[in-house]
């Protein structure tokens, strides 16, 4: 309960700022991708959106069952909430974007690449991790220790060592919404 209201908040608080700053949520898209979060027409590859409650929510049956695991529920509530094509925000540890689905192929996306990463940590002998963030480092991602809920910046291909929250809900509720080129 607390992961979607700190989710809600933080997204009301990034929609507040950008219209403060006179600023919008544009992304580039591929104009056969559409999404129910966008706003008018592609335009240069381009296109206005807003964050989308997701009907229905994204399902996650197949991951698990493919990994032979149980998702940690934050991450499930995290990616099944909204459509989306991120949101900037500012940590003390620096910018990141929350990452979000777009539409059904690119939650398949996500899938794939949430099996593979689980995957990769498992041939490394890691504690298994999802991410949920990127970082202006390409190789820095933020993610949730599945086993624990606890949020870890991650070094890809690292094992997690720096907490930077005890839960997603923790970790929303000390963002700040930013925008950067990142994105």
Known sequence: MALSRNYAD?????????????????TWVDP???????????????????????QPAADFTNV???????????????????YGAGLAAEHQRG???????WNSDDL??????????ILMKRRLKQQETVFFA??????ILLSV??????????????????KLAANLAQFLSQLQPCAYEGL
């Open 145 to 162: 220790l599945n086993s624990t809920g606890e949020v870890f910046l991650e070094r890809v291909g690292q094992e997690v060592t720096e």
């Open 95 to 101: 910018k990141l974007a929350l990452l979000m689905v």
């Open 64 to 82: 698990e069952q493919a990994l032979e695991l149980v998702l940690h529920p934050d991450i499930i509530t995290f990616y099944q909430t909204y």
């Open 32 to 54: 056969t991708s559409i999404s129910p979060c966008q706003i008018g027409q592609v335009v240069n590859d381009s296109v206005q959106w807003q964050p989308v409650l997701q």
């Open 10 to 26: 933080f997204i009301q608080q990034s929609l507040l700022w950008h219209q403060q700053q006179q600023l919008k949520l544009t």
């Open 108 to 117: 398949n996306r996500l899938q794939e690449n949430i099996i593979g990463h």
């Open 134 to 139: 990127t970082t202006e480092d390409d190789d």
